[in-house]
Each structure stands twice: as C-alpha cells, then as structure tokens.
C-alpha cells in the first residue's frame, strides 16, 4: 500500500513540477485519458485482464470552422497462460486541413510483482497516414512554395514502448509514443514537414474505497515532447460501480490554462459503460467556441468468462 501510494504521488509531483511550464498540445487529446490508456501505452494491453473494447469520440472548440475533431478505437485482451496481452488501437485525428490516422497494435509482457502487484513491458507498432488538403489553405500572398495546393499524403512507420504497473487499486505507466514518425508533405516547389513527433506520456491512478459502494479514484497525466507539457489532473467518483461522477483541470497558469471539465458515467449492464465529458474552456479562446464534447463507450468481457476449465471427466478404470 505504501509503496502504491508513494507512486501515484510521485506522479502527482511531476505534474506539480511542470506547472510552470505548460502550455500547448502536444498530440490528439482525450478527456477520458484514464479510460483509455492504451491508446498512448502499449504495455496497457490486457492489463485489465479479459477483452475491452473501446470507442471513443471528442469535437473540441465546437463552434470553430476546422476545429480538432478525434475518434479512436481500442481494442485488446489478457493473454494468461503466457502472461501477456494484446492489443490494437485506431487513431482518427482531424484539425483544419491536416488528417492524422494512425494504426497500431501492441503486445505486452507481465510480471508478478507481488500477489497484488504485476508490471508490464510493452511494445506497440504500426503506421501514420496523414493528408492535408492544399485546397482549403489560404496564404496572404497567393501560393507558397512550401505548401501544396492540392490533397497530398504521407504514410510514415510508428513505434511506441512502455511499461506498466498495475492492481486492483493503482493503474500508473511510463511510455513513449511516435519513436519513428516524421510527417512530410510535398509543396509545390518545396518540403513541409509537420511537428507531429515523438512524446512522453506519464500516468497514474489510485482508486480509493470507503466502503464496499463508495469509491474516489484521483489521476494525473502528464504528456511532454520535452519542450511543452500538457498536464490533466483531476478524480473520478463512484457509487457500486454503477454511476460516476469527476471534475478535472487541464493547465494551470496563465500561458497554459485550458479547460475545465466535468465526466458523468454509469453501467446500465456489467459489461457495458457509457461516459461522457463537457469541457468549458478557461482562456480567451472560449470566447469564440461552444466548449468541447466527448463521449466514450466501453465493452468488458471478464477474464473467467473467457477461459473456463475444461469438465473433469473420470475413468473409471482408475478411480
């Protein structure tokens, strides 16, 4: 118990720690982070044990012609008789002009820590495809040579590893996300190259119980290209793991303030669970925009459900 706690606050710190400096967006970004870990650690994969499956849709800054528009799909299970899982996750990232798909799959390797603790080792491959459309840019002084004019794309190779601690109360991982990517597009005399490159993702959960129905589950995400930082912090609460309730912030000082935002969720069957976020931008951005929506739908298939033990079938002629 300790040792968990000492983690989670450890994360807590580093957020703490970039405060100061954050500002910006580095990649596609989800209210929902701590639904979804997989999409951004590769070590995730089946650390929930069983099959999840995940949909995700965000509209940011609803209101603003060419505003970030994200779907994502997850997918992965527990391996348990090698210890592992895997895992698949596709990324549909639009902004402006530009489109960002990316396609990955992930396998992961556990070890037992303790009865109560296991950590993971994952690796996660695949590639980005991504386009931009020349025809909707519009240049002050007619055509730029570094910029095309009409719909071109770019398919680049993708690498992401990690590691992963997981229990029943802590969830918190390490990962580093497009190791080998790098978008280029092809102007009409020149090459433009797109600043969608590599990061670093840190995670951290603690879900605490008062009681066999009432539980309050803090997390941070802190996500860097070690230039800017991008941090979410906030807690999820739950009542018989049946309705949720959160508040989160994103930045915190006046070059990086972002949002604040509220989660509601519930599980109308076991292995169903709907959740959806609304996030009411806190700088003066949001004098020209709606806010930002996101909704997210889970599937859980458990673990004994899908592995059950063959019937014992006696010979009699060895009873």
């Not at 209210?31 to 997989?38: E, F, I």
């Not at 528009?69 to 895992?87: C, E, R």
């Not at 935002?261 to 959806?276: A, E, R, W």
Request: aromatic share 14%.
């Amino acid at each position: 118990m300790r040792n968990a706690l000492r983690i989670i606050l450890l994360c807590f710190l580093f957020a703490g720690i970039t405060l100061a400096k954050s500002y910006g967006q580095i990649q596609s970004l989800s209210s929902h982070y701590y639904l979804n870990q997989l999409s951004v650690n590769p070590a995730a994969a089946g650390s929930e044990g069983g099959v999840n499956i995940f949909l995700n849709y965000r509209g940011q800054w609803v209101g603003i012609t060419g505003s970030p528009n994200t779907q994502n799909f997850a997918a992965d299970m527990s391996l348990p008789m090698i210890n592992s899982g895997a895992g698949i996750t596709v990324t549909n990232d639009l902004v402006g002009a530009e489109r960002h798909t990316t396609i990955r799959a992930s396998f992961a390797y556990f070890l037992d820590i303790n009865k109560e603790y296991k950590i993971g080792f994952g690796l996660g491959g695949g590639i980005v495809n991504s386009s931009i459309d020349g025809s909707k840019l519009v240049t002050p002084q007619g055509e730029d040579d570094f910029l095309p004019n009409v719909k071109t794309s770019s398919t680049q190779p993708d690498l992401a590893f990690g590691t992963y601690i997981k229990s029943k109360q802590l969830s918190a991982g390490i990962s580093y996300n497009n190791v080998l990517s790098k978008v280029s597009f092809e102007g009409a005399n020149n090459t433009l190259e797109t600043k969608y490159g590599s990061y670093l993702n840190i995670f951290g959960a603690y879900e605490v119980f008062f009681n066999e129905k009432f539980s309050l589950e803090p997390s941070v995400q802190v996500r860097t290209d070690f230039k800017n930082y991008q941090t979410d912090i906030g807690a999820l609460f739950s009542y018989n793991n049946f309705i949720f309730t959160g508040v989160f912030v994103r930045g915190y000082n006046k070059l990086s303030i972002d949002a604040f935002y509220g989660t509601v969720g519930f599980k109308p069957i076991g292995s169903l669970s709907v959740f959806y976020s609304y996030d009411l931008g806190l700088n003066t951005l949001n004098d020209v925009h709606n806010g930002s929506h996101e909704i997210s739908i889970n599937v859980s298939i458990p673990e004994q459900k899908l592995f059950k033990r063959g019937k014992i079938i006696y010979n009699p002629r060895y009873l």
